[in-house]
T-cell receptor, first 114, second 114 residues
């Protein structure tokens, strides 16, 4: 079974803090993704990575950066957290070279920025 | 541009009733994939099914069935004899060839009452 883990289930931070969200997958998948989930909006792609040290912007990259130093680990960074970044953050991974492969998700991190 | 519409925001049924969750999509691609995911209260998105655009056969898996109709751009999901454990948010998603093509609907919250 594919296993995607995220470092925290719940996180509370203050405005202006630097926030790191960590994601690890154990299936040697090439691709990893970060989404945010907001009520009524579904999931929106922030960034994805198709290889170590490679990254591409998704639909809503503003205010975020990512890091992928090892194949199994993909980090989402909020350089200076703001209240409008309060959301549920979901990490996913997939095996293949295209978007047609199934993405497998972690349990999510619910981030609150005060 | 790709788009997925789940018009039903919330559905409430009584246990053992059948329920259908609607999904309508828009795409200009001739090759694409459709997905359904389940998000129980724990938060993790659980993969249910992946279907490519060339396979219009309906699929049944236990109490779950999916009806794919290209003529109406729909990929509806039916749960037969619903159970309380089916209570969750269900997402329909559409993906094209590229890794950043995945588009999710807003989700349908299903509540099954005992």
């Amino acid at each position: 079974d594919v296993k995607v883990t995220q470092s925290s289930r719940y996180l509370v931070k203050r405005t202006g803090e630097k926030v790191f969200l960590e994601c690890v997958q154990d299936m040697d998948h090439e691709n990893m993704f970060w989404y945010r989930q907001d009520p009524g909006l579904g999931l929106r792609l922030i960034y994805f990575s198709y290889d170590v040290k490679m990254k591409e912007k998704g639909d809503i990259p503003e205010g975020y950066s990512v890091s992928r130093e090892k194949k199994e680990r993909f980090s989402l960074i909020l350089e200076s957290a703001s209240t409008n970044q309060t959301s549920m953050y979901l990490c996913a991974s997939s095996a293949g070279e295209t978007g047609t492969d199934t993405q497998y998700f972690g349990p999510g991190t619910r981030l609150t920025v005060l | 541009a790709q788009k997925v519409t789940q018009a039903q925001t919330e559905i409430s049924v009584v246990e053992k009733e059948d329920v259908t969750l609607d999904c309508v999509y828009e795409t200009r691609d001739t090759t694409y994939y459709l997905f359904w995911y389940k998000q129980p209260p724990s938060g993790e998105l659980v993969f249910l099914i992946r279907r490519n655009s060339f396979d219009e056969q309906n699929e049944i898996s236990g109490r779950y069935s999916w009806n794919f109709q290209k003529s109406t751009s729909s990929f509806n999901f039916t749960i037969t004899a619903s159970q309380v454990v089916d209570s969750a948010v269900y997402f329909c998603a559409l993906s094209g060839f590229n890794n950043n093509d995945m588009r999710f609907g807003a989700g349908t919250r299903l509540t099954v009452k005992p």
